[in-house]
């Protein structure tokens, strides 16, 4: 089940009414969408349509429409959703929810933009990251390098795009390498100074340590990521990096 940590009914209804609050965070989201039966992609899917459906088009329409970018829904995707519930919903609702999708995604960027940044690197950029798209704040791609008995990978993030706190852990061993094939990014491990990584720039990730990766807030970010060999491996996925934080970073 994905650990999924929702605060929003005790943040705001917790003194007036805790139990709606619990429902909302421990039973609507901490379990049920939680539930690895449909992936949290689908889940943003049917919730949305459903919004619309209902003619609900405000704030919580909003957030939804930003965790599906989260979960992985692109621009392209989000246009043809809402354009097909236009024809059930009604025009109004689908004019109404444009208008804050295109404040969503509004840094999404275009296959122009993409194919520019793909000409100034020598790896190719790959598909949407969908997999792994629940635990990255924007969209990434993967594109998988080798497939042999030691794998590589090319990871790239969209402009202000960074990955969650992850840990990967090993008993013995382990770790993970990265090196910097284009634009500029930050590595951090907890309790240290980000560190920036540009092509060329490698760094190390010990195992069972607590760390994030990604683009610097304004560039385009790719590098090369593989495990080092270990014994009882295995990836923890843990909250995101504190937004204001990454927000200061150059």
Not at 216 to 234: D, I, T
Request: no cysteine; aromatic share 12%.
């Amino acid at each position: 089940m994905t650990e999924i940590h929702q605060t929003a009914g005790r943040d705001q209804l917790g003194k007036f009414a805790p139990e709606f609050a619990h429902f909302n965070d421990d039973i609507l989201f901490g379990e049920n969408w939680a539930n690895d039966d449909i992936s949290q992609k689908t889940r943003s899917i049917i919730t949305i349509s459903v919004f619309l459906g209902r003619g609900l088009v405000d704030s919580s329409l909003k957030y939804h429409l930003q965790t599906a970018k989260n979960n992985g829904i692109t621009r392209k995707e989000i246009a043809a959703i809402i354009t097909h519930a236009a024809f059930y919903a009604g025009w109004p609702v689908a004019w109404s929810a444009f208008n804050m999708a295109k404040e969503v995604w509004a840094d999404e960027k275009t296959d122009d933009e993409k194919a520019a940044y793909q000409n100034t690197i020598i790896f190719p950029i790959g598909e949407s990251n969908d997999a792994y798209a629940k635990y990255f704040t924007g969209q990434s791609y993967l594109a998988q390098i080798t497939d042999d008995a030691f794998p590589i990978s090319n990871v790239t993030f969209e402009p202000g795009v960074i990955n969650h706190w992850h840990v990967h852990h090993a008993s013995k061993g382990g770790g993970q390498m990265l090196i910097a094939v284009g634009g500029r990014g930050y590595v951090q491990l907890e309790g240290q100074d980000p560190v920036e990584l540009k092509p060329g720039d490698s760094f190390f990730v010990p195992a069972n340590t607590r760390h994030w990766h990604g683009a610097a807030p304004k560039s385009w970010f790719s590098h090369l990521a593989f495990m080092v060999p270990g014994e009882e491996m295995s990836n923890e996925w843990l909250e995101p990096v504190d937004e204001e934080f990454y927000r200061k970073l150059k």
